[in-house]
Nanobody
């Protein structure tokens, strides 16, 4: 069992930055591919970014490439999402996810069913 707790959301103006954190409570954090998804009001949850267990491989949605960076600290069992140049369309609830079946570069790592554990989410609101 893995419990995931996100933090760091909030309100920011367009062009600003926010950093999200996801702390995992698990006996072994290392084997998990970690990812961030987001869900805007009235829309389906969508993939944002994923990172391999070692941190050596990352994968991003086209909409956030060059603006967002995913990273992890296995010693702290924490995954991060640094979000820069934020846009109003980035407004959503951001969810952290963990899974062991697919590496970050696999197509299925961009799909919700690729993950077994989810956090409660943290709200990010970008004002124009």
């Amino acid at each position: 069992q893995v419990q995931l707790v996100e933090s760091g959301g909030g309100l920011v103006q367009a062009g600003g930055s926010l950093s999200l954190s996801c702390a995992a409570s698990a006996r072994t954090f290392i084997p998990y591919t970690m990812a961030w998804f987001r869900q805007a009001p009235g829309k389906e949850r969508e993939f944002v970014a994923a990172i391999s267990w070692s941190g050596g491989s990352t994968n991003y949605a086209d909409s956030v490439k060059g603006r967002f960076t995913i990273a992890r600290d296995n010693a702290k069992s924490t995954v991060y999402l640094q979000m820069n140049s934020l846009k109003p369309e980035d407004t959503a609830v951001y969810y952290c996810a963990a899974g062991t079946r697919y590496d970050s570069g696999n197509y299925y790592a961009t799909q919700q069913f690729g993950y077994d554990y989810w956090g409660q989410g943290t709200q990010v609101t970008v004002s124009s």
